[in-house]
């Protein structure tokens, strides 16, 4: 099993940058994808980008295409998310998760293994 851990969360104002990490703990090698979802206070939760890991092929949801960057170290077992020009609207508890499917995705039921979540406040 898997065990990821998020840091970099915080708050910043509108049009500021903030890098998000994901360390994958007790790291079982093979083929996987790892994925950074977000939930907004009474919102579902959604996915914001996920990367293929041996690939590093990356898809991002329209929201944050041309401001988000997911990026990997696989020597630190470690993605991360850069995110730019951020907006109110990307307020939100940003999770990674991570995936053992051959394929990626952006649906939530396809990840089994997740981290507990971090902050992010965008204030205008």
């Known amino acids: 099993a898997q065990h990821l851990v998020e840091s970099g969360g915080g708050s910043v104002q509108a049009g500021g940058s903030l890098r998000l990490a994901c360390v994958v703990q007790?790291?079982?090698?093979?083929?996987?994808?790892m994925a950074w979802f977000r939930q907004a206070p009474g919102k579902e939760r959604e996915g914001v980008v996920y990367v293929v890991v041996h690939s590093g092929s990356a898809y991002y949801a329209d929201s944050v295409k041309g401001r988000f960057t997911i990026s990997q170290d696989n020597a630190k077992n470690t993605v991360y998310l850069q995110m730019n020009s951020l907006k109110p609207e990307d307020t939100a508890t940003y999770y990674c998760?991570?995936?053992?499917?051959?394929?990626?995705?952006?649906?939530?039921?396809?990840?089994?293994?997740w981290g507990q979540g971090t902050q992010v406040t965008v204030s205008s």
């Open positions: 007790r790291y079982t090698p093979g083929n996987y994808n």
């Open positions: 998760a991570a995936s053992t499917r051959s394929v990626g995705s952006l649906r939530q039921g396809d990840y089994p293994y």
